[in-house]
């Protein structure tokens, strides 16, 4: 199930719960307001009939035939009323009737509440529905009721409507189902519309799902092109980032690879195309089958293999299966070693090539010697193939408390900024056109960064004071 089926399950199951509990708590409780207000207005009543039975009381001296004067209360009533209205006779022409005009009924309904009087030990002397004629009523239920008094004495109690019986009337209970239905089509209503919203809400919620999930599909079939539209700034929003960043990323890499296959077929190209071209020409007599010609050949083969066991060598470090010897070397006996190997090669072009301690004592560090070893003839051969005649090559080693960095600085031509990310990737040059000879394979730099990687640390690139480039290997001190 799609997770916007799901999203609005599950907010019509909250819908759901939610309105129905409204619905029974708003109903009980306008159950019991409506109770208690109908309970106020008999407790009114009740004090009214109060003062009439306590006049009945003391005018009679005690409860005999009240049963006959509460059923005469209405009749009573009617009878003053339309005297009141009409005078002592009702005939004369034209004469209105408002009261006569309606039946007796009527107006003993409009005053028919059920009253009930017990005496003082709680035996029910008066009943207008006769039902309770004779019965003790519980104190507790006497409680509800208001006292009748005579001469400030207690003399009974006199119980009205929903103190005698706790059942509301018809007229209250189709009130308050109306009021029930009144409430249910208010939460109907409300719940339609809250779930109309959700539906909305959850919509706007997977739509931007709905637009990954599609280029996803779009990069797994290898489109790399177009990119998530960013909305809001929510979490979605940044997946939708994040997501965008990995296709650049892709992208990025499978030109890169591309690249890198282009180059490697470019530079593999040359040497091979040299073997095949004297191969030929010696089989067809042109080059004689001479030590010099074979010799050559045998530089090209060396060439060619050496090229292919820098890139064996790169796959190996980035893959994750090159093993080191890791164990406690002298970083300033590397260092030495290298400028003196490379001393020869300096003094041809008079350069200065000189070594530099910074910092108390020989800092000591934990690595790989042959590799780390690698990584410095690297930085000090570039160093000085790109330094012109005449110029400044240094080597210096610092330690602190968190690294320890080797340092190679030249007076060269420096490394323009926006070359310095790339000049680690494989195959890459700052001058294309420069040959293998001059330029060298664009493989060194891409594996003495692995290697730095592999032991935890990192090289930066940076202006160096001398005035051309400054390369800085830190590795973590142990």
């Known amino acids: 199930m799609k997770l916007r089926?799901?999203?609005?399950?599950?907010?019509?199951?909250?819908?759901?719960?939610?309105?129905?509990?409204?619905?029974v708590l708003v109903r009980l409780t306008t159950e019991n307001l409506f109770r208690s207000f109908v309970f106020s207005g008999d407790a009114a009543k009740a004090k009214a009939y109060a003062t009439i039975l306590s006049e009945y009381y003391a005018a009679n001296g005690g409860w005999e035939n009240v049963q006959t004067f509460l059923s005469e209360i209405p009749k009573q009533v009617f009878l003053t009323l339309d005297k009141s209205i009409h005078g002592d006779s009702r005939s004369g022409e034209g004469e209105a009737a408002t009261i006569a005009a309606y039946p007796y009924e009527t107006i003993r309904s409009l005053i028919a509440d059920r009253i009930a009087v017990a005496d003082l030990r709680g035996v029910i002397v008066a009943d207008t529905s006769g039902k309770l004629l004779g019965t003790v009523h519980p104190p507790r239920h006497l409680a509800h009721g208001y006292a009748i008094s005579v001469d400030f004495q207690k003399v009974g109690t006199v119980l009205v409507g929903s103190m005698v019986d706790s059942s509301l009337t018809g007229v209250?209970?189709?009130?308050?189902?109306?009021?029930?239905?009144?409430?249910?089509?208010?939460?109907?209503g409300a719940s339609l519309i809250a779930l109309l919203m959700g539906l909305l809400f959850t919509r706007r919620v997977t739509r931007p799902l709905a637009s990954l999930n599609a280029a996803a599909r779009r990069v797994a079939a290898g489109d790399l092109s177009t990119p998530v539209e960013i909305g809001s700034k929510d979490e979605i929003s940044e997946l939708s980032v994040s997501f965008n960043t990995m296709t650049e990323e892709l992208r990025r890499l499978e030109e890169a690879k591309k690249r890198i296959i282009a180059d490697a077929a470019h530079e593999l190209r040359t040497p091979v195309t040299l073997l095949q071209g004297t191969v030929e020409a010696m089989i067809d007599g042109v080059y004689p089958l001479d030590i010099a010609t074979l010799r050559s050949m045998h530089e090209e083969t060396i060439r060619l293999s050496g090229l292919i066991d820098s890139l064996r060598e790169l796959e190996t470090i980035e893959s994750g299966e090159l093993e080191l010897d890791l164990k406690e070397v002298d970083v300033l006996e590397i260092v030495r070693k290298a400028v003196s190997l490379f001393s020869a090669q300096a003094s041809a072009k008079r350069i200065e090539l000189s070594v530099e301690s910074r910092g108390p004592?020989?800092?000591?560090?934990?690595?790989?010697?042959?590799?780390?070893?690698?990584?410095?003839?690297n930085l000090i051969s570039n160093a000085i193939k790109y330094s012109p005649a005449g110029s400044r090559v240094r080597v210096s080693v610092r330690a602190d408390s968190a690294f320890v960095c080797i340092a190679v600085d030249d007076s060269g031509p420096g490394i323009p900024e926006d070359e310095r990310e790339r000049i680690f990737e494989r195959f890459y040059r700052i001058d294309r056109s420069r040959s293998q000879d001059s330029g060298g394979r664009g493989l060194g730099l891409a594996i003495a960064s692995e290697i730095v990687k592999a032991h935890g640390g990192r090289i930066e690139v940076g202006d160096s004071e001398l005035g051309g480039a400054s390369f800085l290997?830190?590795?973590?001190?142990p």
Not at 473 to 477: E, G, I, R, S
């Open 5 to 23: 089926h799901r999203l609005s399950l599950f907010f019509f199951a909250v819908i759901l719960v939610g309105a129905l509990s409204s619905l």
């Open 172 to 188: 209250d209970e189709r009130f308050l189902d109306s009021v029930s239905a009144s409430i249910l089509w208010a939460t109907l």
């Open 361 to 377: 004592g020989n800092p000591g560090l934990v690595a790989d010697y042959l590799r780390l070893g690698e990584v410095v003839y």
């Open 473 to 477: 290997v830190k590795l973590p001190a």
